[in-house]
């Protein structure tokens, strides 16, 4: 499969999304629909990639500026999906071998697909190859009409007879051709149809009327080359692609409760044996070890997770590393390179923020912890705050092991609480404490009896 190089085309408005963002922009388990075309091009290793861009084309070259391998050109006006094609020609002049047609808004096309594709057009000797699809619900796309068995035209629904209309084979929007004589050709479409719009599926029926041969490949799984043009069909993709992942992931030895209600990237790991309950989202580079339990309404993202941990219900981590056996919630917010060791527990409404907690180390109510560096076996009181920033930098606090916070503590960064030292309870900590001493800072209590009688005397 050397000569192969590849077109998307994404230059179209999207109307019916109703949308600011471009329809290309939409995403389908947190990547852009032209992030999963583009993957699925990949599969093809092509010598050149092509994207066709045009309407809110700086947004849509933009947002894909991370692929160093991709050439833009840009469609304006828009005037259909040969014209969309005739405006790659320059990127493509002096190429030859298999052109590769995707559509930005067919995004569940597999690599198996398109391999066979580019297989049944090189061994037909074809001048085009379609993709196609028997489907219950043809309304919308393009209708195959043959004769004899073979492919003959490809004619839009809005041009279609009744008959036609009938036909329940449909076209993808996704085809192979062949790159000798391919924009000479093109050139010869005219828009001489309901839309007034220069069609691409045209091809067809100019190649066959030349003799030329044209194939078809049509896919035992109709759902890889749904079109994207509305919210619902947005929404109904995303639910196949996550059922498809959530099937992945069971086969891989994860146990999800409900799969209905689980949200699983595509780039997400889990080991074997993790339990996952209802309303988890896993999002991004996350990881999840073996062994562990992620309990109800849970969000991970870009974190990992190491085996045998719990994560209680309503947590939400971001960027973030919980290792082996360690415990996290319910109701904490770990997040800017949070590193919660082995073994340790955060408990509830407690934030860690740019903190490392050391192993068997504990934090089990309410607490801030910011920008703190905390050893192994340390207990955190509840109510204790690192009071991090001074309204113009962030200050380091570090937590040496053996470590007791009483409750109620403020800690003053930058500052240093030394190996097995002793806050008090309600301690505002303003000067390091050396190692195993007692910090105090609250005054001696006062009792004044009979206070409460002699004020209601007053009143
Ligand atoms: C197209 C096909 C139809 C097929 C369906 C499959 C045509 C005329 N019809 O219809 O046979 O069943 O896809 O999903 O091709 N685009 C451009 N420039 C343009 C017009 C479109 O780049 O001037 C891009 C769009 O951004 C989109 C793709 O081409 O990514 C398809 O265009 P769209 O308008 O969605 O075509 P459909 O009506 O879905
Ligand atoms: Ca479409």
């Not at 004619?155 to 996704?174: L, P, S």
């Not at 692609?241 to 409760?257: D, I």
């Not at 007692?438 to 002699?454: C, F, H, M, T, Y």
Request: proline share 3%; with cysteine; glycine share 10%.
């Amino acid at each position: 499969m050397s000569d192969v190089h590849v077109v998307v085309l994404a230059a179209g408005k999207g109307t019916r999304m109703k949308s600011a963002l471009p329809k290309v922009l939409h995403r389908i388990a947190g990547e852009s629909l032209l992030d999963h075309v583009l993957n699925s091009a990949r599969s093809l290793a092509p010598r050149t990639l092509t994207i066709v861009i045009g309407h809110q084309a700086d947004d849509v070259k933009a947002a894909m500026s991370r692929h160093a391998d991709l050439g833009f050109v840009v469609q304006e006006p828009q005037l259909g999906t040969a014209h969309a094609l005739l405006v790659a020609e320059p990127a493509l002049a002096g190429q030859r071998g298999t052109l590769v047609l995707l559509s930005g808004d067919v995004p569940l096309l597999s690599a198996h697909t398109l391999e066979s594709l580019v297989n049944t057009h090189v061994a037909a000797r074809a001048a085009a190859t379609v993709v196609t699809a028997v489907v219950e619900a043809p309304r919308g796309y393009g209708r195959i009409v043959r004769d004899g068995g073979r492919i003959a035209r490809i004619v839009e629904e809005k041009d279609a007879t009744d008959d036609e209309r009938d036909v329940r084979e449909i076209n993808a929007g996704i085809y192979a051709f062949e790159l000798d004589g391919l924009f000479d050709t093109v050139r010869s479409i005219r828009a001489e149809n309901a839309q007034r719009e220069y069609y691409l599926p045209d091809l067809v029926s100019i190649y066959r009327s030349r003799g030329r041969v044209v194939e078809t490949l049509t896919v035992d799984q109709p759902r890889e080359i749904l079109g994207i043009n509305t919210r619902a069909e947005l929404a109904a993709i995303e639910t196949l692609f996550r059922m498809s992942t959530n099937e992945r992931l069971m086969a891989e030895g994860a146990t999800l409760v409900d799969p209905g209600t689980t949200y699983v990237h595509g780039s997400v790991r889990i080991v074997a044996d993790t339990v996952i309950h209802p309303g988890v989202s896993l999002e991004g580079r996350t990881t999840i070890g073996a062994g562990c339990e992620i309990h109800s309404g849970v969000r991970i993202v870009n974190s990992t997770i190491g085996d045998r941990a719990t994560v209680l219900n309503h947590c939400v981590i971001t960027d973030s590393r919980v290792r082996a056996r360690a415990s996290v919630g319910p109701f904490a917010h770990l997040r800017g390179h949070a590193d919660v060791g082995e073994a340790a527990k955060i408990g509830n409404f407690v934030e860690l923020k740019k903190t490392v907690l050391g192993t068997n180390s504990k934090a089990s109510h309410l607490a801030y912890l910011g920008d703190a560096v905390i050893g192994d076996q340390v207990n955190i009181g509840a109510g204790t705050i690192t009071c991090n920033y001074d309204g113009e930098r962030k200050h380091v606090t570090t937590i040496k092991d053996g470590a007791f916070i009483g409750s109620d503590t403020q800690l003053i960064a930058p500052i240093t609480v030394g190996e097995g030292a002793y806050v008090g309870t309600g301690t505002t900590v303003r000067e390091d404490v050396p190692p195993g001493s007692l910090a105090v800072s609250a005054g001696k209590q006062r009792n004044i009896e009979g206070w409460v009688a002699a004020r209601r005397r007053k009143r």
